[in-house]
Structure formats: structure tokens, C-alpha cells
């Protein structure tokens, strides 16, 4: 989500970071119409391949909180496993002992 100027710097920056996310999808969510270059860089991630349903989404949405608020706008991000990123599982044994063995 970004407010304030936005171009396309910052959808090249989303798109790095949703590559070194090993991502398949990243939404920009922006106060401001997105510019032309901004729709360009977009554009330029390419589209994701969604077998499952059999259509292909662009990597990179740009949705403003105007589409959102005044048009109902959805993310309409596919719902799956290939999509889908986990968090890692971290185990921490912080319980303490009340009663000695």
C-alpha cells in the first residue's frame, strides 16, 4: 500500500521484491491513479498461469482505493497452494519448569 507520489520505481520495487519472495503474485495498492509507465512496469512482470482454472492473472495488479471504495474493486487473487505462501514453522521451547524433576 503506498500513498503520496508513486511511479513506477516503486512497482520495479515491488516486482524485485515479490521475485526474491520466490512470489508468484504481488498487489499495489495506491491512493493516486496509476501512471502510464507504472501500468507499463506491470505489464512487464508478465502474467501467472493458473492451470487449476485454466486463466492467466498478471503478476503485478494495480488497484487504487478509489476502485476499491467507489467500485467495489476485488483482488481477485486465485485461491491455491501455487499462489499460497506459508510461514515458516519456528519451535520455541520458552515454557518454564514450575516443578523441578
Known sequence: VKSGHVGRGDISKLNNDRQRESAELAVFITLLEP????????AAAGQFDYTFMDIKV????????????????R????????VLKKAKLVVEDTQL????D
Open 97 to 100: 519448569q514450575l516443578i523441578e
Open 35 to 42: 501512471t502510464k509507465p507504472m501500468r507499463d512496469e506491470a
Open 75 to 82: 483482488l481477485d487473487v486465485p485461491h491455491s497452494a501455487e
Open 58 to 73: 498478471p503478476r503485478i495488479k494495480i488497484v487504487t482505493i478509489k476502485e476499491i471504495i467507489e467500485g467495489g474493486a
